[in-house]
Each structure stands twice: as structure tokens, then as C-alpha cells.
């Protein structure tokens, strides 16, 4: 896991940590911009053009939702045989992050927003209007909340609250038949003490729900007991990181997967871990941020997202979709939502220059592309699976954009080459292939510039 992490945090902001130079770099709860140029493929399916995150919900028919802000205005977008059509849902206070999106067997979308300094919680409750639910008290704050559906189909989310004095409470709200909201009390006593603001989310095991509280240096599954109160098994511990920002937790089985992202003086890795008769963790992607937790077929598919860092501090992202055994598939594109359908099917939500964008795939995406270069602009790779089609040749160029080097014509192998006309500084390389399929844009981004 690297080094012991850095006491490096931006004062006054929750879980902003910083890269070991102490540049920012906002997790995943609060959102990155990416400053991407991907070019729109033919039939992409565009939510709508806008730079806010977003999240993606599938509901029981297969249906996809997408949620966003819009200024202050919280929006749902709902795909429908003429397109996307958006609906309001409110208006959240200055500085909402979004956090949770679910669908009932209805069709009715709950959507849980929170402060990006953890001073309130709003839910949108089964199509309500958005609406403050709670506030914590003076000198505490809030950490990454979560949000799912209990066993009969109603929002229920978890937060954990931090004092000054690195106390925690961690909460359960849950909503009853009348669609008024109920506090349980999880942990007592400022149980666990917290250096960082403890991240929840709740999961629903054999019909009962669990919440799985991350906090500095380790994880827990909190489960009620028999007679009342709850108790707490340990997912999780390390002296080398922490876990931060956004939680996922998915059920099948007697098998618990959680994920998130850890802090090590390193910088950010994704963790996942399986809770069973033991307890295993493994590393899903090494550099990278927790966007979305599925499990399809038993087994754990991670949505995240990494970035290169190029002069003067601007930043260049790419979409990873990872199991246990590390990365599957890399995207041209912020990584803002993954989801599986009742079908098997695999839906994405990923941010690009040109706003939200959904696509869907029949199954786990698994094209492959690899990419080389050399200080003499040789570029050379190879799209598995692929005997034909046309790969996009980038120089990303951060906040600029980026510019098209060539079109390379893929071989019956899947190769491909090209030569740049002898780059004169370091270049960022980025090869693009669009499924003609499912237009799902894969690509292969250089992790360093060459030149």
C-alpha cells in the first residue's frame, strides 16, 4: 500500500486530500471537471451538455435515470423511445454534491444530495421535491452519505457525523409506509474516533439492512443484533492508508463486496473488499478514484477514474472499469456512473467535453487498447477483439483540449501505427477506438508524457 499517508488536507474542506506536493485533488464525492475533447460518435445518446457530475441509476424494467445539477436545480433525466426527457426536482441549497440515485419498482427516483462541506443532507424522496432532512450540530460535520432501497422498496440512506473532538455517530434513516422519515442511532459514545469525516452506505443483507462505515485506517459492517443495538464486524484495517470519500457496498449471497477509495502517500488507490467467512482485500485499480459498485453474476465490477497531471496543473482523465484482479477496460471519458441491467446488460454514464453521456453494452465491456510512443512520435498499439476500424490518435493538451494527430487503420490483428510529426516537447498520447456496436468510446491514455 506505499508509505504512511500524508497529514495533508485542505483546512475548512472534509475530504479534499492533496497529492504528495500538496496540489488538490478533490475525491470522487465532490467531483472532478475533466478537461476532455472526446469527439461525439455517431448515435451516442447525449443526457445533456453540461460539465456537473452525474449519477446513473437503472430501474427494474432496465430503464436508465440520470441525475444532475443544473446551477442549483436538481434535475432527472429519463430515456424514453423519443429520447431523453428531463424533469425537475427541486432546488438544493449553494454547494450540493450528489451522492445517491434509486429507482423503485415503480419507477419513482430518490436522490440524495449533501453539502460539499458536510453542513446538511437533502433527499428527493420517490419523486418529492428536494428538501433538507438534516443538519449536524455546531462544530460537526457530515462525511459521505449513502443511499439504496430497503426490503420493501423505500429510500433509505446512512451519514456518519464527526465532532470536533474526532468523535463519530454514524446514523440509518429509513422511510415508512406513510413516507416519513426515521433516525436510528447505529453507534454511541463517539465510537469510532476519526482523524478524517467517515464515510456510509447502506446495503440490504437477507433482507435487513447493514451500513458499512469507513473511517481512518479501516472499514466496518454495522448489522442490527437480536434484543436490539448493533454490532460491528471489521472489513477492514491498514496502517499504510485510509479510506476516503464515497462508499459502495453490494450484497449476493453471504458474500459482502464494499469499495472506495484509499489514501496512501502514494496517492489515491480503489480498493475492494469481500466480506464472507473471511475477509480479502484486493486491489481494483492502483491510481484512481471510486466512482460505482455492481455485482453482476456474484462477482464485483468497480466504475472508477484516473488522471495524468501535466503542466501547470492542468489534468487529463480517463475511465477505468476494474474488478478484483485489477483493471478490465479503459474509456475516453470521466467514468460517472456503471450499472448493471436485470438482462446482464452493462450501462455507463460517462462525462465528456460534450456534457453527460449514456451508453449500453450487452454484457461486461471488455475491449482492450494498448498504446505506445516514443520521443520520436513512432505511436504503435493494438485493439483486442478488433480486425478492422479506425483508431483516433490524440495529443491531449489538458485545459487547451486536445488535437487529432491521425486516423490509424486497424490491421486484421488488431495493430495499429502511426508517426507524429516529431513532437518538440512532451506529448500525451491518447489512442481512441469507438465500438461500432455501442459507440462505448475505449482508449488507451499514456500514464506519462514522451518527448
Known amino acids: ?48 451538455p453540461t460539465t456537473s457530475d452525474g449519477l446513473l441509476a437503472v430501474a427494474p424494467d432496465g430503464s436508465p435515470r440520470v441525475a444532475y445539477l443544473s446551477g442549483r436545480d436538481l434535475v432527472l433525466a429519463q430515456r424514453t423511445a ?20 434509486v429507482v423503485d419498482s415503480a419507477g419513482r427516483p430518490s436522490v440524495l444530495a449533501e453539502a460539499g462541506n458536510g453542513a446538511w443532507l437533502a433527499l428527493a424522496s420517490r419523486g418529492r421535491p428536494l428538501r433538507v432532512v438534516a443538519r449536524p450540530a455546531h462544530g460537526s460535520s457530515f462525511g459521505p452519505a449513502g443511499l439504496t432501497l430497503d426490503a420493501a422498496g423505500r429510500p433509505a440512506f446512512a451519514y456518519a457525523v464527526r465532532r470536533r473532538s474526532t468523535k463519530t455517530y454514524l446514523r440509518l434513516v429509513t422511510t415508512d409506509a406513510r ?10 459514545g463517539g465510537f469510532p474516533a476519526s482523524t478524517l469525516v467517515p464515510g456510509a452506505a447502506p446495503v ?34 491498514s496502517r499504510s492508508g485510509s479510506p476516503q470519500g464515497k462508499v459502495g457496498a ?5 458474500n459482502l463486496w464494499s469499495s472506495w477509495t484509499e489514501m496512501t502517500g502514494d496517492g489515491p488507490m480503489v480498493l475492494l473488499t469481500l466480506s464472507a467467512d473471511t475477509q480479502s482485500t484486493f486491489t481494483a485499480v492502483d491510481s484512481g478514484i471510486f466512482v460505482s459498485l455492481l455485482l453482476a453474476g456474484g462477482r464485483p465490477e468497480v466504475g472508477a477514474y484516473t488522471w495524468v497531471e501535466l503542466a501547470g496543473s492542468s489534468f487529463v ?15 475516453d471519458g470521466r467514468v460517472d456512473g456503471y450499472a448493471a441491467g436485470p438482462d446482464g446488460t452493462r450501462q455507463l454514464l460517462l462525462s465528456t467535453d ?30 483486442n477483439g478488433a480486425t478492422s476500424g479506425v483508431v483516433q490518435i490524440y495529443r491531449e493538451l489538458g485545459s487547451a483540449g486536445r488535437m487529432l494527430v491521425t486516423n490509424a487503420e486497424l490491421a486484421a490483428d488488431g495493430s495499429f501505427s502511426a508517426q507524429d510529426a516529431g513532437p518538440t516537447s512532451p506529448t500525451l498520447y491518447r489512442a481512441v477506438y469507438v465500438d461500432p456496436a455501442t459507440n462505448i468510446p475505449y482508449a488507451s491514455l499514456l500514464r506519462s508524457p514522451v518527448g
Not at 179 to 188: C, M, P, V
Open 354 to 383: 460534450s456534457g453527460l453521456q449514456w451508453f449500453q453494452a450487452p454484457g461486461r465491456p471488455s475491449t482492450q487498447v494498448s498504446l505506445s510512443a516514443d520521443a520520436s512520435g513512432h505511436i504503435s498499439g493494438r485493439v
Open 1 to 48: 500500500m506505499g508509505g504512511p499517508v500524508k497529514a495533508c488536507f485542505a483546512a475548512g474542506s472534509l475530504l479534499t486530500p492533496m497529492h504528495g506536493n500538496c496540489r488538490y485533488v478533490k475525491l470522487a464525492w465532490i467531483g472532478l471537471v475533466a478537461a476532455l475533447a472526446l469527439p461525439a460518435p455517431a448515435r451516442a445518446e447525449l443526457v445533456a
Open 204 to 237: 440490504l443483507v437477507r433482507r435487513t439492512l447493514h451500513v458499512v462505515e469507513t473511517y481512518t485506517d479501516a472499514a466496518i459492517d454495522w448489522g442490527p443484533k437480536r434484543g436490539g443495538g448493533w454490532e460491528g464486524q471489521f472489513l477492514f484495517a
Open 82 to 101: 423519443s429520447g431523453w426527457v428531463s424533469s425537475g426536482l427541486g432546488h438544493a441549497p449553494a454547494g450540493a454534491v450528489l451522492f445517491g440515485l
Open 179 to 188: 413516507g416519513r422519515l426515521r433516525t436510528h442511532a447505529i453507534t454511541k
Open 250 to 254: 453490494a450484497v449476493t449471497g453471504a
Open 317 to 331: 482523465y480517463a475511465g477505468l472499469l476494474a474488478d478484483e484482479n485489477g483493471p478490465f477496460t479503459e474509456l
